[in-house]
């Protein structure tokens, strides 16, 4: 087997299961999840109905670059939404298509990690564990960049040592954060640009959650769009991942792209032909359809915005938490430890939300995650506002 596998930290959800075994929720309270970033609101019918509508496509083997419409459809996506010079997306050179981020993101360090000396892969902390899973069984070691309250919870990337930047060869970077919430302005993302061209790495920006942010006027900025800024078309060391998981609610569908620097993604398909992850034709078609239509979107960001405004109108005053630039968590600070806050929360209240704790590692005796739990507001109105209440009155009870 692997000896790798055996460097594998449990997932944060196996931990979460851990915490809560042998407690018991009153009876009488039915159970709210707050803990899982999985999309509750309804799929939209533009992929419903492609989807359905595309069944015959089931009849034939899918090339591992997915089809023309679905590249096009992404490559006209990402030039509106990141104000791209025209024509500069290449849907043949620059898109690929992938079975979601979290598959993409885990197969891209596999692909890109040279094994040979000592590689490392810059990841922020807290984080998404696949960024964990990734560097360690592509044979790297894991560097993890404190994101703190006094950093605005954004990885402070002149605080990484120049030994760190040589032997770095990817930099996953997630914005809007998860769990924070917390955005790269534009300057930071070049800053992290030069520092690529500096020191010769990739950068893996994960940008699942750009499309839920809380001012219309201001959506997040992604990687390309950065590197765009500074006349860089070509997007040399750069690739952001996309996902319609959060944005389309649709996370059953597992359909995603990369994007950006043609050179890598050209090993990566190659890597990826091996793989054997095709997108399926149907889901190919419903996919270029969700691509193409904003309205649904619009319509999402409103409703995870009510549910921000609501819960946060109940928690304030009662616990430390402030609404996040973008993504649909909350990131409050416990008047207890993270992980008694959240199994007494469990045991009194029957709502689950996570433990920071679980989801960052300690560096130097300090895990940045502590003293936190992430809420997802992923539930309906109606249930995100009742598990507001509880946390209140469980907050109020300590």
């Known amino acids: 087997m692997n000896h790798d596998l055996d460097r594998l930290q449990p997932y944060p959800f196996e931990k979460l299961s851990a915490l809560k075994a042998g407690v018991t929720p009153p009876g009488g309270m039915e159970h709210i999840a707050l803990y899982i970033g999985e999309p509750r609101h309804p799929t939209p019918a533009v992929v419903t109905e492609a989807l359905v509508g595309n069944l015959k496509g089931l009849s034939s083997y899918p090339a591992t670059k997915g089809e023309p419409a679905l590249r096009q459809a992404v490559a006209q996506w990402l030039t509106r939404r990141f104000r791209l010079p025209a024509g500069c997306v290449d849907p043949d050179r620059h898109v690929l298509p992938v079975n979601g981020t979290r598959e993409a993101l885990f197969a891209f360090a596999q692909a890109v990690v040279d094994r040979s000396g000592d590689p490392l892969v810059v990841m922020p902390n807290p984080f998404y564990q696949i960024y964990e899973g990734a560097a360690l069984l592509a044979g790297a070691r894991p560097h993890f960049v404190p994101c703190t309250e006094a950093t605005g919870w954004l990885p402070d990337l002149d605080a990484v040592p120049p030994d760190v930047w040589r032997r770095c060869q990817l930099a996953y970077v997630c914005s809007p954060g998860n769990p924070t919430g917390a955005v790269l302005a534009l300057g930071a993302l070049q800053r992290l640009i030069r520092l690529a061209d500096e020191h010769d790495f990739v950068i893996a920006s994960d940008e699942c959650y750009s499309e839920i942010y809380h001012d219309e006027a201001n959506p997040p900025p992604g990687l390309l769009e950065a590197a ?66 904003e309205a649904h979107v619009v319509a999402n960001r409103a409703a995870y915005r009510e549910k921000s405004d609501a819960v946060l109108d109940i928690l304030g005053g009662c616990l430390n938490v402030t609404r996040p630039t973008a993504s649909f968590y909350l990131w409050p600070e416990t008047p207890a430890p993270d992980t008694d806050f959240a199994q007494g929360l469990y045991a009194r209240q029957n709502v689950t939300v996570l433990p920071g704790s679980f989801l960052s590692r300690a560096v130097d005796g300090i895990n940045p995650g502590a003293g936190h739990v992430r809420i997802a507001l992923v539930a309906p109105l109606d249930e995100c506002v009742t598990a507001a209440h509880r946390i209140r009155d469980y907050v109020e009870s300590l």
């Open 228 to 293: 765009a800024a500074m006349g860089r078309t070509g997007f040399e060391r750069c690739v952001a991942f996309h996902s319609l998981s959060k944005r389309s609610n649709a996370p059953g569908l597992r359909s995603g792209f990369v994007a950006g620097d043609p050179r890598v993604l050209e090993r990566f398909l190659l890597y990826r032909t091996y793989h054997g992850c095709a997108m399926s034709p149907p889901v190919q078609a419903a996919s270029a359809g969700a691509w193409g239509d």
